[in-house]
């Protein structure tokens, strides 16, 4: 590649009046060190949320008011994204372009909404949420033009990420997706926004690359370009050893590899991470007011020994299931078939001869009936309700020791979920949620990363 790109990932807590206008301080920097900027969006803060239950409630109802909801609603969602650069203060011409650059869009959405009230659909729903990301870019282009910059919004089905037909949950076609992005990069002279979080399959429906889409398409545009670096950008700056909020002795972690990152989880979704990996890019969690707050995600050989972080899940549901005669795998099928169709959430799996443990978490609202068909069925299934703490890092068999000896510590009936085995890079156990979880992250902390 004959430029030096630098990829800006700005998700949804970037988008306030205080950030945005460092984004712009960035890109300028970046330019005048000689990079290529780009910068992936997420839509605006709450929008996506707001797409969603609107349709959620559209979709329930059989109101006869459908299109004066729809209007009033185009209003509103309008008005969110006006506010913004109101309270930016743009000057009144930029704020004149980005209202017209909206209402163009909504004109679109409105119809998109009127079918979807009519003929709800699982296809419709994914193209409509992500009209969150193309307002935001649409947008947030303008914004950068106002000065110097001169930017241009970009649609991800337009350059086109192609990906599989998992409508809400998609995987981007890497090798058709990054021919398509380099011969569209050649074509670009203005900074690209591109909106995040979507992508289309070959027959043209709009797809979502699920939850943290937006660091998937950041990530890779950035290996597909062989991006000098791609830079999240976040509210809350680098990456901790630990939630600063309930140990206040945690400390900002400069460097973490791949495999790190992706264990951690939640911090970088794991699908991007893939990208990162597979051409060596490096990346930085790094704060907007800061720029010496980050961590750098890079690929290393050499980790140094111990934990990097130890963080936690609360109040997780366990289903312990007596195998009785069963084999493991029939429990298991069981009990994954349940997740599965109650949309439930499984965080972690531990077998012992006589019990399947299984710890799920409660993504979908629809515990409660899962619970209650799994009792039907397997009345000698028992609940317990636990909090998961996990420690990130290099470990050897001793730390593995101490780990479950600090977890018994807290709780003498703890499922330890730690064990040894050749490059162990997470340990993970259960205590039961009566127990206290900062004090354990902060006895966990000062054990492995404090001592």
């Known amino acids: 590649m004959s430029k030096k790109y630098i990829v800006n990932k700005c998700g949804g807590g970037i988008m306030v009046p205080t950030l945005l206008p460092l984004v712009k301080r960035e890109l300028t920097k970046q330019i005048r060190a000689g990079y290529s900027p780009i910068v992936v969006v997420s839509a605006i803060k709450d929008v996506t949320d707001t797409l969603i239950s609107f349709l959620s409630n559209l979709s329930a109802s059989k109101n006869k008011n459908a299109t004066q909801d729809i209007q009033d609603f185009i209003e509103y969602l309008g008005a969110m994204h006006l506010k913004l650069f109101q309270t930016i203060e743009v000057p009144t011409k ?17 119809k998109d909404l009127e079918v979807f009230s009519n003929k709800p659909s699982a296809e419709l729903e994914a193209k409509i949420t992500a009209y969150g990301e193309k307002l935001s870019a649409t947008c947030v282009a303008e ?6 910059l001169k930017a241009t919004a970009v649609y991800g089905e337009n350059i086109p990420v192609l990906t599989d037909a998992v409508v809400k949950d998609a995987n981007i076609l890497y090798e058709e997706s990054e021919k398509n992005i ?14 995040g979080f979507t992508g289309r399959t070959a027959k043209g429906v709009t797809t979502l690359l699920g939850r943290g889409g937006t660091d998937t398409t950041a990530c890779f545009v950035g290996a597909a370009l062989r991006a000098h670096k791609v830079v999240l950008w976040k509210d809350v700056g680098a990456v901790f050893s630990a939630d600063p909020r309930l140990v206040p002795q945690a400390r900002t972690i400069p460097f973490l590899s791949y495999d790190e990152i992706e264990e951690a989880g939640k911090i970088i979704q794991g699908k991007a991470v893939r990208y990162l990996r597979q051409y060596k890019i490096s990346a930085e969690i790094a704060s907007l007011q800061n720029s010496k707050d980050k961590t750098t995600v890079r690929d290393t050989k ?10 936690f899940k609360k109040d997780l549901m366990m289903l312990s299931l007596h195998q009785g005669d069963a084999r493991g795998y029939e429990r298991l099928f069981d009990i994954s078939d349940l997740c599965a169709r109650y949309k439930v959430n499984v965080v972690l799996i531990w077998n012992d001869p006589a019990y399947l443990h299984v710890a799920v978490e409660n993504t979908s609202g629809m515990l409660s009936e899962l619970i209650q068909e799994a009792k039907a069925r397997f009345p000698e299934i028992s609940l317990t309700t636990v909090h998961m703490v996990t420690a990130v890092g290099n470990f050897t068999w001793k730390d593995v020791n101490i780990f479950n000896q600090t977890l018994h510590t807290f709780d003498a009936k703890a499922l330890v979920g730690a064990c040894p085995y050749p490059k162990c890079i997470r340990m993970e156990g259960m205590v039961a949620s009566k127990h206290d979880i900062a004090s354990l992250l902060g006895a966990m902390h000062k054990i492995f990363i404090n001592k």
């Open 182 to 195: 380099v011969r569209f990069m050649k074509s670009v002279k203005n900074i690209p926004v591109i909106a």
């Open 143 to 148: 914004y950068f033009s106002q000065d110097d």
């Open 94 to 110: 930029t704020e004149t372009i980005i209202l017209n650059s909206l209402e163009k869009i909504m004109v679109t959405l409105a």
């Open 302 to 311: 050499q980790t140094k020994p111990g934990a990097k972080m130890v963080s």
